[in-house]
Nanobody, 118 residues
Framework: QVQLVESGGGLVQAGGSLRLSCAASGSISSINGMGWYRQAPGKQRELVATITRAGRTNYADSVKGRFTISRDNAKNTLFLQMNSLKPEDTAVYYC????????????WGQGTQVTVSS
């Protein structure tokens, strides 16, 4: 059993910053790719950023230059530093991870709410 637990969400004014964390625990041999996704009310879930185990990153155009994804492989933890936040960044943010144990599978967190006021 694997758990991904996000934290760090909250209410912030436009232009502010937040740092999200996602801690993976349970039956884990290794974690390949990890990522952050978000879902705004009435919209589909969308990719925010991904990072490989080696640290190669990919970002949605809407967050490039404002968000930074990083990870601590030793602690099985994923981060998302969000700067210059905009009201359109308001969403529930989810982390996911490709877990290696007896097989390979993708696990998702329960989500953390980020609200940016104008």
């Amino acid at each position: 059993q694997v758990q991904l637990v996000e934290s760090g969400g909250g209410l912030v004014q436009a232009g502010g910053s937040l740092r999200l964390s996602c801690a993976a625990s349970g039956s884990i041999s290794s974690i390949n790719g990890m990522g952050w996704y978000r879902q705004a009310p009435g919209k589909q879930r969308e990719l925010v950023a991904t990072i490989t185990r080696a640290g190669r990153t990919n970002y949605a155009d809407s967050v490039k230059g404002r968000f930074t994804i990083s990870r601590d492989n030793a602690k099985n933890t994923l981060f998302l530093q969000m700067n210059s936040l905009k009201p359109e960044d308001t969403a529930v943010y989810y982390c996911n991870a490709e877990i290696l144990y007896s097989s390979t599978f993708v696990s998702w967190g329960q989500g953390t709410q980020v609200t940016v006021s104008s």
